[in-house]
């Protein structure tokens, strides 16, 4: 809260969304399960979450995680509470670059907060805030663990280090020149690395 | 001094590829002690080599190895923590980039000393392109008979998983990310019963860090008398130290143990000196949690001897005067770093990633930020001193896990070594609101200058 991140858990709101993955993925949650013993495939919580996360729209829905309880077998009470224990399950719609600026202490002396509120006036937006058109939320973080290259942000899987004004311009402009180019899906780090 | 063994063979191009690191002599080890040596054989060479753990701790691997219950039926695990998330840590995020199959080969002898069939490597969240590299290097392993059924024809299996955590400090705590690892909130456990005899599945585990688990490559490799002899006293072997803040050169370097502090800061090999040709103003040598230390005490110990980068040297004083190696997370700050900020944002951290479960954690690391964000932002009264120590010394030692000793420490020192500054935020809230980060010679001037 103290970042001021906007943390509005709707946990009882469902979206009406109708969700359910490919097969392709199904098969990929049915590996990810076979690593744990059986019995143990609650295990593959946090690792079915990401893919909910990427495959179902960006964010966790009530009926993204009512969908993953069922897959695993699990109440989706267990869900719900791992869903909003880690930092990195989006509760809430997020855009399309989800942009974390590092905020602790090895980032905040080399200029992390500064980074912050030039991106705040950038992009027009608060902390925690979504652009009009839907391709940057604004997120402040505790230490994403590359302080030696502080200032350092990540977006989605990228991390971008010693920022600086110009560098945030230009990876402003090339992701929303990107977005503009391809309409397609963002690339698949699940597909890639799981 | 300069001695490297983990990092030896960075420079070469494509060390990241199986062919190549096998074709510098990588997986040697395995072969050696997979066909000529026996499990026990593997722990005694880890014993006498003296390691000791490299996440922070500092506690002997060997010695953390026998504790695991060999008597138990249930199978064994050996859990790689990746977890890394100490603010001024990212050695092991480094390692994985530049060698991960150092850690693949040291995760399959480790596995083979402890009868662990199964390993996970839990990973942070955020390191998604390490646990692409990972997944990369473990098919690699496999792909040459070094992982999966009778490596090398041996009778020993095993398969070793990524496992992706979401984004918590907690789970570098070796119960929390047990919990974590078994699709939970992140908790610690209530200790006894230890990992070793109740840990993943409530099966016998050991919970080793990346570095640590690197390391037993070399110690095979060399024998754990031969590795012993590297650094000095019971500091063995050599250490990745993370350096970062207001330094010419920031990175990760490895280095024997007992190079001095001095040298390790200003030689253009390491840290090559601060940054803008700025004075030395403090030091937090291990990663946020530990003792920050005041610049008359970086290079000297209290007792005027040369401190050196080792377990024992940057302890010494105790916490008067001293720190701790913790996990190498070298954060260098210049004359114009405000340190009463800096403790406030190392508390918002700790309030951040609290799990929740004790409250003298919960509620202390919640109000230290709160009191010490009103000290720095100009509306601090003259108790709130006092009030912020004796919150944190509440916090040492009633908690489940170490988080609540991690939160307390940086307030207790900061106060202890730097409480002029934090007077100076309370006399003057008309100056120090404005600025964020200043010397206190900075913020002297501009009242001067106010006048």
Redesign the interface.
Same mark, same amino acid.
């Given at each position: 809260m103290?970042?001021g991140n906007k943390i509005d858990h709707k946990l009882y709101e469902k979206e009406g969304l109708e969700v359910r993955f490919s097969d392709e993925t199904l098969a990929r949650v049915k590996a990810i399960k076979a690593?744990y013993?059986k019995e143990?495939e #609650?295990?593959?919580? =946090?690792?079915v979450?990401?893919i909910a996360q990427e495959e179902l729209g960006g964010h966790l829905s009530i009926e993204a995680m009512d969908y993953v309880a069922g897959l695993?077998n &699990?109440q989706p009470i267990?869900v719900y509470? &791992?869903a909003t %224990?880690? $930092?990195?399950?989006y509760l809430e719609k997020v855009g399309k670059y989800v942009i974390e600026v590092c905020? $602790?202490?090895?980032c @905040?002396?080399?200029g992390g907060?500064d980074i912050a509120d030039y991106l705040e006036r950038k992009l027009n937006i608060k902390t925690g805030g979504t652009t009009n058109d839907g391709l940057f939320t604004l997120r402040k &973080?505790?230490? =994403?663990?590359?302080?030696?290259? @502080?200032p350092v942000m990540?977006i989605n $899987?990228e %991390?971008y280090e010693f920022l600086t004004k110009e560098k945030i311009d230009k990876t402003i402009s090339d992701l929303t020149a990107k977005a503009n180019e391809e309409k397609s899906k963002d690339s698949k780090?699940v597909e #890639? %690395?799981? | 001094m300069g001695r490297k063994i983990l990092l030896d063979k960075v420079h070469i191009p494509g060390i990241e590829t199986f062919k190549v690191y096998r074709d510098n002599g990588g997986y040697a080890s395995v072969e050696k002690a997979l066909k000529k040596m026996t499990p026990a054989e593997v722990t005694d060479e880890v014993k006498k080599s003296g390691l000791r753990g490299r996440g922070g701790a500092g506690f002997p691997t060997g010695m953390k190895w026998s504790f695991l219950d060999t008597k138990s039926n249930n199978p064994r695990y050996l859990v790689c923590n990746a977890d890394e998330s100490e603010p001024g840590t990212f050695k092991d995020r480094y390692l994985i980039d530049k060698v991960p199959h150092i850690l693949i080969e040291g995760l399959i002898l480790s596995s083979y000393a402890l009868g662990a069939n199964t390993t996970f490597i839990y990973v942070r969240g955020e390191f998604k392109t390490q646990i692409g590299i990972l997944n990369k290097a473990i098919r690699e392993a496999r792909d040459n008979g070094f992982l999966g059924k009778n490596i090398l024809g041996t009778s020993f299996s095993l398969d070793i998983y990524v496992h992706s955590g979401a984004g918590a400090y907690i789970c570098g705590e070796e119960t929390a990310l047990l919990e974590s690892l078994e699709g939970k909130r992140g908790n610690p456990r209530l200790k006894p019963p230890f990992p070793a005899v109740k840990g993943l599945y409530d099966c016998p585990t050991v919970v080793n860090n990346v570095e640590t688990l690197a390391a037993v490559v070399p110690i095979i490799n060399m024998g754990g008398e031969e590795y012993a002899k590297i650094g000095v006293g019971r500091s063995t072997g050599t250490k990745l130290i993370s350096a970062c803040g207001h330094i010419n050169r920031p990175g990760v370097y490895e280095i024997e143990m007992g190079l001095s502090v001095e040298e390790f800061l200003y030689s253009q090999e390491y840290c090559g000196g601060i940054a803008n040709d700025k004075k030395l103003k403090a030091l937090v040598p291990g990663g946020s949690s530990v003792p920050i230390l005041p610049s008359h005490l970086i290079t000297m110990t209290a007792n005027k001897t040369p401190r050196f980068m080792s377990y024992e040297s940057l302890s010494e004083g105790g916490f008067e005067s001293g720190s701790m190696l913790g996990s190498g997370g070298f954060i260098v700050f210049d004359e114009d770093a405000c340190i009463v900020r800096n403790t406030w944002n190392f508390e918002r951290f700790y309030h951040h990633e609290s799990c929740g479960q004790c409250s003298p954690c919960r509620e202390g690391t919640g109000w230290l930020e709160k009191v010490l964000h009103r000290i720095e932002t100009g509306a601090g009264r003259a108790k709130d001193i006092d009030l912020i120590d004796s919150v944190a010394k509440k916090i040492e030692g009633n908690t489940i896990c170490p988080l609540g000793d991690a939160a307390a420490w940086p307030v207790n020192s900061a106060v202890r070594h730097f409480r002029h500054e934090f007077e100076f935020h309370i006399e003057h809230p008309e100056i120090v609101k404005n600025i964020k980060h200043g010397s206190l010679e900075k913020y002297k001037q501009a009242f001067a200058d106010a006048r």
């Open positions: 103290s970042l690593r013993p143990r #609650k295990s593959a919580l =946090l690792p979450l990401h695993l &699990v267990e509470e &791992v %224990f880690y $930092t990195q399950y905020q $602790t202490g090895p @905040a002396m080399c907060e &973080v505790e230490c =994403l663990g590359a302080c030696g290259y @502080a990540q $899987t %991390f780090w #890639k %690395f799981f | -």
